[in-house]
Each structure stands twice: as structure tokens, then as C-alpha cells.
């Protein structure tokens, strides 16, 4: 079993839909989830941290996390072009290495 | 507050030859991740250092390679010997230490190494 699983995709919506991309880890004893976006031939990006159970908004980005589950999402609403992206999801426990799952590659189509 | 750099951005060597990879952290952050992605792959751990200290080197192999995070100066990321499967990107984080590790980490830009 992968520590932290995504599925690859491709994850293809319209523009203006809600994109939802999923994520599950293997240790309990993971602490923090993020989240990141990476373009292709770029470096990854942080954009969003999330650290406890529920819901964390940011503009058109929502995350959840369910730790009982050990599941964590990320929703982006009113998706655009830009958003076209490999999104990746990432766990950490103190003293412990950040890892991240292999990506889910969405295309916003316009 | 200038963002993790990394240098060269692009190097190129010869089998055989060394590479060195350097990363210098944001200001302020005490915390270095190393990782390697191939071409359409995911990003592989390699090292998790602090500064004077390797804290998780379970993702780095066995030979050829070594890190270090020195008391002065940036992160280094050494290939010996390098081979053409060590063509790829490598990436540098950086993070404030955190004890309850809820700690951001924010990436450079990456060096492409190609081995010809």
C-alpha cells in the first residue's frame, strides 16, 4: 500500500464546474496535509496546509480533511483554464519525512 | 523574503563525472527536503536534513549520493560518479522548524541535470 494515494486521472471538467480531487494516507499518526500544484515543467507549488478535521476555505479552494477516514480533498470551485494542472497531495508527521502522493492531473476545458 | 534558490538550474555532465546541486533556504528556514522526478513521475524523497544533521535519509541510495546541510551556507546535493539514469529534476524545499510539525514547505526552482 502507497502512504498517500491519489488518482492519477486524467480529471477533465468545463470551465466554471467544481473540480474535486481526492487523496488517502496510510499513517495515523500524520499530522499535517497539504496540498500543491505543479505545472508541467515547473516546480510544485503550496496552496493550501490543512491541520485539522473539516473544512478549510481559501478564495476558490476548499480542503477537507477527515483524519478518522484518512482521507483529504481539495475542491476548486468556478474552475478556469488555469487551472489546468498536476495537483498533488502531500503528509507530514513531525520528524518525518513530507510525502506525497503521485498526482491527479486535471484539464479545465473551455 | 527572497524564496528558495536553487542553483545551477541547469547542469549538465558527463558519465563519470560529479554533480553538485545547491539549494539555499528561505530566511529564517532551518528544514531541507531533497527530491528527485523523472519526466510525467511523481516527486521520490530523497533526504530530510536540519542544519548540521540528517534527520531521514531513507529515500536516497545507497551509493554514489550524500547531502549535507552545513552550519553556514546552503544545502548540497553531491552525485558521484553520475550516470545517464540520474538525468532528472531535482527539487529543494524548505521549512521553519516546527515542532508540532505543522510546517509549510515551499519549493525552489529545481535543477535539470542531464548526464550525456
Known amino acids: 500500500q502507497k502512504e498517500v494515494e491519489q488518482n492519477s486521472g486524467p480529471l477533465s471538467v468545463p470551465e466554471g464546474a467544481i473540480a474535486s480531487l481526492n487523496c488517502t494516507y496510510s499513517?495515523?499518526?500524520?499530522?499535517?496535509f497539504f496540498w500543491y500544484r505543479q505545472y508541467s515543467g515547473k516546480s510544485p507549488e503550496l496552496i493550501m496546509s490543512i491541520y485539522s478535521n473539516g473544512d478549510k476555505e481559501d478564495g476558490r479552494f476548499t480542503a477537507q480533511l477527515n483524519k478518522a477516514s484518512q482521507y483529504v480533498s481539495l475542491l476548486i470551485r468556478d474552475s478556469q483554464p488555469s487551472d489546468s494542472a498536476t495537483y498533488l497531495c502531500?503528509?507530514?508527521?513531525?520528524?518525518?519525512?513530507?510525502?506525497f502522493g503521485s498526482g491527479t492531473q486535471l484539464t479545465v476545458l473551455p | 523574503n527572497a524564496g528558495v534558490m536553487q542553483n545551477p538550474r541547469h547542469l549538465v555532465r558527463r558519465r563519470g563525472q560529479e554533480a553538485r546541486l545547491r539549494c539555499s533556504p528561505m530566511k529564517g528556514h532551518s528544514h531541507v527536503y531533497w527530491y528527485r522526478q523523472l519526466p510525467e513521475e511523481g516527486l521520490k524523497f530523497m533526504v530530510y536534513l536540519q542544519k548540521e544533521n540528517i534527520i531521514d535519509e531513507s529515500g536516497m541510495p545507497k551509493e554514489r549520493f550524500s547531502a549535507e546541510f552545513p552550519k553556514e551556507g546552503p544545502s548540497i546535493l553531491r552525485i558521484q560518479q553520475v550516470v545517464r539514469g540520474d538525468s532528472a529534476a531535482y527539487f529543494c524545499?524548505?521549512?521553519?522548524?516546527?515542532?508540532?510539525?505543522?510546517?509549510?514547505?515551499?519549493f525552489g526552482q529545481g535543477t535539470r541535470l542531464t548526464v550525456v
Open positions: 499513517d495515523r499518526g500524520s499530522q499535517s
Open positions: 502531500a503528509v507530514k508527521r513531525t520528524a518525518r519525512q513530507l510525502t
Open positions: 524545499a524548505s521549512s521553519p522548524q516546527n515542532r508540532e510539525g505543522t510546517t509549510e514547505a515551499f
